[in-house]
């Protein structure tokens, strides 16, 4: 469990066109044996300052977002399962909208930084700073993919047209990530409209930041086209 379905969750709102700085390239493969790879991979990373329930916190800029979920994807290996950068980019949209910062469950358990986790599941998943944004988004990609196999095996018995597959994958991955075990396990894949309201905010949030991602992203792409093109015509005269 990570955040529980009693943690308020943002509610659902339309994907966000972000205005994106000119920054890097981004890198198509990471070089994850590198020595101090996360270190290199923070220098990369560009914060913003954010007001957030009377506080002033940071949030990676929307190019950071994109090369921070991008590598934690890769790392994971999340295409073995069928998610990629985007559904890292989802969960923490849902989880947090980016913005590292305390949470807690109705029970008093801690929901810790931008991933939300609570103590024990970044114990179990190795996570020794919840609070280094780096560090937790790259181990949420590490527990999507345990909760992409779940909800495979949820699943697995229901008639499902390929898009019909992949939308019910990623309804597991945020029930996976949002509920206890025992309130995960109620899920068939067909009765998705009875979860807690905020399990079902969190699948739409996830859903929304999904989107978002593949808008960021597009735009980075077309930027870097641009500034390609400039240079070459440059050089060409």
């Known amino acids: ?72 994807a890769a790392r994971a290996e999340l295409q073995e399962v069928g998610l ?3 559904d890292v980019y989802g969960i923490i949209n849902a989880e947090t909208t980016w913005i590292p910062r305390m949470g807690a469950s109705k029970d008093g358990t801690p929901n810790l930084g931008i991933a939300q986790f609570e103590p024990a599941t970044a114990k179990a998943v190795g996570l020794k700073n919840p609070g280094d944004p780096v560090e937790a988004v790259h181990a949420a990609a590490l ?17 499902l047209t390929p898009e019909q597959h992949a939308q019910k994958l990623r309804e597991g991955v945020s029930i996976y990530y949002n509920l206890s075990t025992k309130g995960r ?31 960021l992203s597009a735009q980075l792409r077309e930027l870097q086209d641009r500034m390609n093109g400039a240079r070459t015509m440059t050089a060409s005269n």
């Open 1 to 72: 469990q990570v955040a529980s379905a009693d943690q308020e969750q943002p509610a659902a709102a339309q994907p966000r066109v972000i205005p994106v700085a000119l920054g890097p390239t981004m890198a198509a493969q990471f070089n994850f044996k590198a020595p101090n790879y996360f270190d290199q991979l923070r220098k990369k990373m560009n914060w913003e300052p954010i007001r957030y329930a009377g506080k002033n916190l940071k949030t990676p800029d929307a190019r950071s977002r994109i090369l921070l979920a991008q590598s934690a």
């Open 84 to 86: 990629s950068y985007r």
């Open 143 to 159: 527990h999507l993919k345990d909760a992409a196999k779940w909800s495979a095996k949820r699943i697995s018995g229901l008639k």
């Open 185 to 215: 396990n109620k899920w068939n894949g067909l009765n998705t409209a009875k979860l807690p309201v905020e399990t079902r905010r969190h699948i739409a949030n996830a859903r929304l930041g999904a989107r978002e991602a593949a808008q």
